[in-house]
């Protein structure tokens, strides 16, 4: 199933005395970028979490935010770094005596300094942990991968639509095509007779002529390749594989058949149908950026 590389997902659950979050979003990406911000206590999570979302995603740059708050905190003491107390300390009597102020330091007044006072809980399962973070970030996958979806159903339905119009282009090629080599033949004949008037044509030379003319520029090769690569584009748009690449791949082809047939073709009416193969190509091209 086509999916977007654009996406968001978002959990939260209680479980086991923890208020557990995951948020997921992510943009385009030509391959999978994952950056990850958890609680400072919880940094073990980040492989994990990389490896377990890394397995469902398979493009795209994603940003994940995990949320752990411990409802229990009988286990939790409060202890004091001396070392950057003393530091503070020292400090703040140097600016009083350098510049004449009071120090008016109180316990309270080093204690609100930054990491002066460190939470420091009891050691925790981290397996016990990452599972229930797992059981979280499952969740806000789901709700992410959905959206994904969503959106690619979306670009597929606009891709579809865009590819048959591209087709019904190639039938008026493929039909017009002889026409012109037609138009040519009669061209020549009544330019030959402008020229000599009445005097009997070698029509040989003139089989000759419109058989170059022909080679020159028949397109039957160019527009049985394009059928074939929107029949391949057709069967990428039905597969659960991340296609995005490929289909960036195939999208290039598609406008390089369509450029040949534009050089080849001395024709207005085919010439305006490359011109809005083309306009389409481009627009399908925009839409695959987004694809996984």
């Not at 530091?87 to 204690?111: M, P, R, W």
């Amino acid at each position: 199933m086509l999916k977007s590389m654009t996406g968001f997902g978002r959990a939260v659950q209680e479980i086991d005395g923890y208020i557990i979050t995951v948020e997921l979003k992510s943009v385009n990406h030509r391959y999978f970028e994952f950056s990850c911000r958890v609680p400072r206590a919880y940094g073990f999570l980040e492989d994990k979490l990389k490896s377990f979302i890394g397995s469902k995603v398979a493009r795209g740059k994603v940003d994940c935010f995990v949320g752990i708050e411990a409802l229990n905190t009988e286990s939790a003491d409060v202890v004091v770094n001396n070392t950057l107390a003393s530091a503070y300390v020292k400090a703040l009597n140097d600016i009083s005596e350098k510049y004449d102020l009071s120090a008016d330091l109180t316990a309270a007044t080093i204690g609100r300094f930054q990491d002066v006072l460190v939470v420091k809980k009891a050691d925790e399962d981290e397996e016990k942990l990452w599972g229930y973070v797992k059981t979280v970030c499952d969740e806000a996958i789901s709700k992410f991968i959905n959206m994904r979806t969503v959106e690619g159903e979306k670009m597929k339905a606009d891709i579809t639509s865009r590819a048959k119009y591209i087709i019904e282009c190639v039938s008026f090629i493929e039909e017009r095509s002889p026409e012109t080599v037609k138009e040519y033949n009669d061209k020549l004949i009544a330019r030959v007779h402008e020229l000599i008037g009445d005097v009997s044509l070698d029509e040989n030379r003139i089989i000759q002529e419109v058989a170059i003319y022909a080679d020159k520029v028949a397109v039957a090769e160019e527009t049985v390749r394009l059928r074939s690569h929107i029949d391949q584009l057709f069967e990428f748009l039905e597969s659960d594989e991340a296609i995005g690449r490929k289909m960036d791949f195939l999208i290039q082809e598609i406008n390089r058949e369509a450029n040949t047939i534009g050089s080849k073709g001395n024709d207005v009416d085919i010439a305006r149908k490359v011109v809005d193969i083309k306009s389409e190509v481009e627009k399908i091209r925009e839409q695959v950026q987004n694809i996984e």
